[in-house]
């Protein structure tokens, strides 16, 4: 066996806690298929070459009391292979963590709550014994059915171009909806709303839609022949695909409604000097603003930019007009 | 005796036994013991404790800690024939993995699950695939996209364990019986039963507004009401109000926002609008006044056609906000 001298350096160096967790894995992995190489361990646990050999061995100097070699665990390492001789206690898995509990059942009960899962296949069956054996997951996730969902996700996993009838939020007072002919990239359920990310011929650029504003679906026959990468923006967490428009704005709110602010909110909302509660916004559309200002009623306003200032009035002039002619 | 360093010191000394070692030599030793062994004696067995009894002490918690992080727990028993002695060890079925007989389909269907859904931030699958055994899928297009908090899975292990959860939320410490967890409209809420608050009513805590860690209690601990419907207690219906009268309002909603609008609405009648304009909605107001600041908030997209008590009121609002005087 090389002898290992460098001890992770730096404050990179994961702690202890998931050392512990990551060699206890390794071992189980390395009972369980008796011998792999440092290669395929590094590749398996996300470690560099140099740490696996450093683990194993550490590994190598634990054992049982008396700790005399017979005790020890017995992991031989010639070149590049790892052959597992001896590893005991240590060689069956733990108990998945917390953490890795709950990503199993989310995945699992995600993929189930998608329409068109199938409740009683294999992904039911793991589940229902995942539960017998933790505990009920007693988990929900609320995810939206929307009418042209099927026919999207179809014309997407078959790569066939679509022409769909699209009701935007953010088309101006008095527009309908565009059609637009879309090669999709995906469709994609995202906090709960189903997207359809494509690539859009009108607008000249990737655009993400909402499936449930989509009024219609035709296919036009064509292949469809998406950007070969997605937009780096669409795989970005909370990314917000709103066009050239989508912009920042600043808005204050009574404290009585910093509750509805927060649902909104583009990171940490904060109390202003005047004793109201304020926060980010990401702004795909004026129209959504108006309404943001109109919903958090009397005492809410836009901060920032400038020009947005006018909207929640601009706004409840236009919805009075519709009472004073009806 | 040096005090020892801090989780992270382990990597400075040249000289220092890596605390990976120490730990990775306890967790087999209480493992493999057939009766609770008193610190004392772990100490005197596995190499790298300090002598002194308050140092000892100290390095044993944090020991606890790491362990606890990585979902192994450590049972306190009183060894056979001694009076006031306690002894740890490890329980197998607390530490291994109950063997979940998954068939391969199974398997193979979590996999899938497990590549299409992302969870973002906070609780990772970890090691959750070698752990159960599952084969590697190739990258495949997310399907679902979901935001994580590391708070999830001690919340989801709590659920499962019928544990009480205690954290802080809004100022105050909370000590929660938790019945399940729910994902709605981009945010995770834990449903559950404050213990402490006065009735001890069901409620809903929005996971990301916990402040700080969480801790749970004894197992078993509480009965999940019987026809609990989570879904159902995180509906977001602002103008819902239990004990109050009701009030029919007829609502009309343009198309645009006419599908949010009739989810809320529930129950109530959804009748369509000529020329696709939208729909009519029938329904029954608990909380007047939530109602009204609903309706605005759908600016000139929505029209209250009755009653007249609560159309005067939403025009009286409008003024308010169009700046124009009444």
């Given at each position: 066996m090389t002898p290992v001298v460098a001890r992770y350096p730096g404050p990179a160096a994961p702690d202890v806690a998931a050392r512990l967790r990551r060699l206890l894995a390794m071992l189980a992995h390395l009972a369980s298929v008796g011998e792999s190489t440092i290669d395929e361990l590094a590749g398996r646990f996300g470690m560099l070459p140099e740490e696996v050999v450093a683990e194993l061995e550490l590994a190598a100097c634990c054992g049982l009391p008396p700790y005399t070699p017979d005790e020890l665990i017995e992991l031989l390492v010639d070149g590049d292979r790892v052959v597992a001789e001896r590893v005991g206690e240590l060689g069956r898995p733990t108990r998945l963590t917390p953490a890795e509990g709950f990503a199993v059942a989310a995945a699992a009960r995600a993929l189930l709550t998608v329409p068109g899962a199938d409740p009683t296949g294999s992904l039911a069956g793991a589940l229902a014994k995942l539960e017998a054996a933790l505990g009920k997951d007693r988990l929900v996730l609320d995810i939206e059915a929307p009418e042209h969902l099927a026919a999207l996700r179809e014309a997407a996993g078959a790569g066939r171009q679509v022409e769909i009838e699209y009701a935007s939020a953010g088309s101006s007072a008095g527009a309908g909806p565009t059609v637009r002919r879309v090669d999709p990239y995906q469709v994609v359920v995202r906090e709960g709303r189903w997207y359809l990310d494509g690539w859009c011929h009108r607008a000249g650029g990737v655009r993400r839609f909402q499936v449930g504003r989509v009024l219609a679906v035709r296919e036009t026959g064509e292949a469809a022949s998406p950007p070969a990468s997605p937009h780096p923006e669409l795989d970005e967490p909370g990314a917000f695909v709103g066009g050239p428009d989508a912009i920042r704005a600043r808005v204050a709110a009574p404290p009585a409604v910093a509750w509805l602010l927060e649902r909104v909110a583009h990171g940490p909302t904060s109390e202003g000097e005047d004793g109201r509660v304020e926060a980010t916004v990401l702004v795909g559309s004026e129209r959504w603003l108006e309404r943001l200002v109109l919903r958090l009623g009397p005492g809410a306003e836009v901060l920032e930019p400038e020009s947005l200032r006018p909207v929640g009035r601009s706004g409840a002039r236009r919805a009075l007009e519709r009472y004073e002619i009806t | 005796m040096a005090p020892e360093n801090a989780d992270s010191g382990e990597s400075s000394g040249e000289l220092r036994p890596d605390r990976l070692e120490r730990l990775t030599n306890l967790v087999q030793l209480l493992l493999h013991t057939n009766r609770p062994l008193p610190l004392r004696e772990i100490a005197d067995t596995v190499?790298?404790?300090?002598?002194?009894p308050a140092a000892l002490r100290q390095a044993f918690e944090r020991d606890k800690r790491v362990l606890r992080q990585n979902g192994i727990t450590l049972t306190l028993d009183r060894p056979d024939g001694a009076d006031f002695q306690v002894g740890y060890r490890i329980l197998p079925e607390h530490y291994y993995l109950p063997d979940l007989g998954l068939t391969a389909e199974e398997q193979l269907a979590l996999s899938f699950a497990l590549a299409e859904v992302r969870l973002e931030g906070?609780?990772?699958?970890?090691d959750a695939l070698g752990k159960l055994g599952l084969p590697e899928v190739p990258d495949l297009p997310p399907v679902a996209v979901f935001p994580s908090l590391p708070a999830l899975g001690v919340l989801q292990e709590a659920v499962r364990r019928r544990a009480p959860a205690s954290f802080s939320y809004r100022g105050r410490r909370r000590a929660v019986d938790g019945y399940g967890l729910c994902f709605r409209s981009g945010a995770w809420y834990l449903v559950g039963r404050d213990a402490g608050a006065a009735g001890g009513e069901l409620r809903t805590f929005r996971v990301d507004r916990i402040e700080g860690g969480v801790s749970t209690g004894e197992p078993a601990s509480f009965e999940v009401p019987e026809g609990l419907d989570l879904r159902e207690m995180v509906?977001?219906?602002?103008?819902q109000a239990h004990g109050e009268e009701a009030t029919e309002v007829v609502v009309e909603v343009d198309a645009t926002e006419a599908r949010a609008a009739a989810e809320l609405a529930g129950d109530g009648a959804v009748e369509p609008l000529p020329d696709g304009a939208g729909v009519r909605l029938r329904f029954k107001v608990g909380d007047e006044d939530a109602f009204v600041a609903w309706l605005v908030g759908l600016g000139d997209a929505?029209?209250?056609?009755?009653p007249e008590r609560l159309r005067r009121r939403v025009v009286e609002r409008l003024r308010e906000l169009a700046g124009v005087g009444s």
């Open positions: - | 190499s790298g404790y300090p002598r002194e906070g609780a990772g699958a970890g509906r977001f219906v602002p103008w929505a029209l209250l056609v009755s």
